[in-house]
């Protein structure tokens, strides 16, 4: 298969990815209150990755060669783990939409640490969507209010989030570092395993003493969600479009999420944004189309 034909696919993979992803903001806030966030977590990671092993399993099982340096699983689970108690640490007061606007800011951070960690280096159109995207996130975050973002006036759910989204950057040039040769399946499996043991380990009880069937309805249906389309199908999609894009192009899909959630939310009662604030949304969109431009130079 072409290298061409296999950035295409990498590019649908992460469009699905920012679709799946933008659920999990709009149904994450409605339970954040509900649950230690480190409890959820864990019990999410553990369902994804069941689900994840059993999808190995079924497509040329786990070969030996995979548990080479299992340490590279517990840094990937750990990183991501943090990336997702942070995040519903953060919903508990963070808008849906804000925290949406926050998660655009990871291709700038994701930019940065690929050239640290991988040498990547980000051309001129790259660097230009991205101070394009970061401009329209921070516009959408303080409101189109100037004089909250010179103060940087932030939030405590979104400044929160915020730290947890420089460990999702660090996570994806981190698979492609990392990654020796396994299969996408198989590789989040490991970490899925891995992340949902140190959590488990570190939720002091909390898990035991939450009284799960006391939770109402809503709770199951978004734990079902985040665990199966914002977890299991999201890690796959991210690490195959990972291993076929630049770690830069790969983040760039973050860049739809706050369009999304604004459409997850309107279709839950909730009223369209001001106008001001649908300018930040669209010069993050602008910023996905000079993203994702197939790069001249074939690079």
């Not at 509900?34 to 079924?58: E, H, K, Q, S, Y």
Request: net charge positive.
């Amino acid at each position: 298969m072409s290298q061409r034909s296999e950035a295409l696919r990498g590019h649908a993979a992460m469009l699905l990815f920012s679709i799946l992803v933008a659920g999990s903001f709009s149904l994450g806030a409605r339970i954040a209150n509900m649950v230690d966030p480190v409890a959820l977590t864990a019990v999410r990671f553990a369902i994804a990755g069941v689900l994840i092993g059993a999808l190995a399993f079924a497509t040329g099982g786990i070969p030996r060669t995979a548990l080479r340096a299992p340490w590279r699983y517990a840094v990937l689970g750990g990183v991501f783990a943090i990336y997702f108690v942070l995040m519903f640490e953060g919903l508990k007061t963070a808008d849906p939409v804000d925290a949406a606007a926050v998660f655009t800011l990871t291709p700038v951070l994701t930019a940065v640490i690929a050239w640290l960690l991988l040498r990547q280096i980000t051309t001129a159109g790259v660097a230009l969507g991205l101070a394009l995207g970061a401009a329209g996130a921070l516009w959408v975050i303080f409101d189109a209010d100037i004089a909250r973002l010179l103060s940087l006036d932030l939030g405590r759910g979104e400044a929160i989030y915020f730290v947890g989204c420089v460990a999702h950057a660090v996570y994806t040039p981190m698979v492609r570092k990392l990654n020796q040769g396994e299969r996408p399946v198989v590789f989040t499996f490991g970490m899925l395993i891995a992340g949902a043991a140190l959590l488990f380990a570190i939720s002091g009880g909390q898990i035991a003493r939450t009284e799960w069937l006391a939770l109402p309805p809503l709770f199951w249906f978004t734990l079902a969600y985040l665990a199966v389309f914002a977890s299991a199908v999201t890690f796959l999609l991210l690490q195959y479009a990972t291993l076929r894009l630049p770690s830069a192009k790969v983040m760039a899909y973050t860049y739809l999420t706050p369009s999304v959630v604004i459409l997850w939310e309107v279709s839950s009662g909730a009223s369209w944004p001001a106008s001001v604030v649908a300018i930040g949304i669209a010069m993050t969109i602008a910023a996905l189309l000079i993203l994702v431009r197939p790069d001249p130079r074939g690079a």
